[in-house]
């Protein structure tokens, strides 16, 4: 971060970055709990991570009211200008990841005890792990502005789209394989959608963090290859 003549203004974006921190933090925290409450059926753990949501939520309000404090009192130019609006993105795709988390969570709450096919969560969890790493690589290169591990992040979202065709044809199998797992399986084809979102939102502040130190966007259409990667794991059928 650039260092200003005026110290107030390094304390603003300072402030700022602690925020994005806290809210990765959290947001990282609430992927793996979510996951964690799916596959183990924790009702408390579910709803733990439901509860963090709202501290995420005012986390992005606080950030996005510092943001406009700070451009209507210093009227920052360039690379400071992008600071601030890349906090202002980077702290709404987390508050969505959050949002996503906790759809995870409540849909295991509705879940509940019912009929489990235990094998059917090892895809999802192989996915969620993947987007954990995700989510974890992007926030560090947010922290050090590193470009090319911000790109990495970028690329790397098609492994998480094939994974999700992968899980998709796994669950579908276990619904033709009985249909008392229709139910079980179709909740969990929900939670693959949802840690495909997050997968997204990891790749929305690796541009953010591209912008934010060239000044420049990645291309519009992000790298596509469903098919180039392996995505064989315990338990993901593959066809």
């Not at 709450?109 to 996915?127: C, D, N, S, T």
């Not at 591990?149 to 994974?163: H, K, N, S, T, Y």
């Not at 929305?204 to 995505?231: H, M, S, W």
Request: glycine content about 4%; charged content about 30%.
């Amino acid at each position: 971060m650039v260092d200003h003549i005026v110290r107030s203004y390094d304390k603003d974006l300072d402030t700022l970055e602690r925020r994005i921190a806290e809210m990765g933090g959290i947001a990282e925290k609430m992927v793996i709990e979510a996951m964690d409450a799916l596959s183990q059926a924790d009702v408390a753990l579910a709803n733990q991570v439901v509860a963090s949501d709202a501290r995420l939520d005012a986390l992005q309000r606080e950030i996005e009211e510092q943001a406009i404090l700070t451009i209507a009192r210093r009227q920052p130019m360039a690379i400071d200008l992008r600071e601030i609006v890349g906090a202002i993105r980077v702290a709404g795709d987390l508050e969505r990841v959050g949002d996503l988390a906790k759809n995870i969570s409540k849909r295991s709450l509705k879940i509940g005890l019912e009929a489990r096919v235990p094998r059917a969560i090892v895809g999802l969890r192989h996915m969620n792990d993947v987007a954990t790493e995700l989510m974890k690589d992007v926030l560090d290169a947010y922290a050090q502005r590193d470009v090319e591990r911000a790109r990495a992040v970028w690329e790397r979202d098609a492994e998480l789209d094939a994974l999700e065709d992968s899980v998709f044809r796994d669950l579908l199998t276990h619904m033709m394989e009985d249909p008392r797992n229709i139910s079980f399986c179709t909740h969990l084809l929900f939670c693959s959608k949802n840690v495909e979102r997050i997968g997204d939102h990891a790749t929305n502040i690796a541009e953010t963090v591209f912008y934010l130190v060239t000044g420049e966007t990645l291309p519009a259409e992000r790298p596509k290859g469903r098919q180039d990667y392996d995505i064989t794991a315990p338990g993901i059928v593959n066809s």
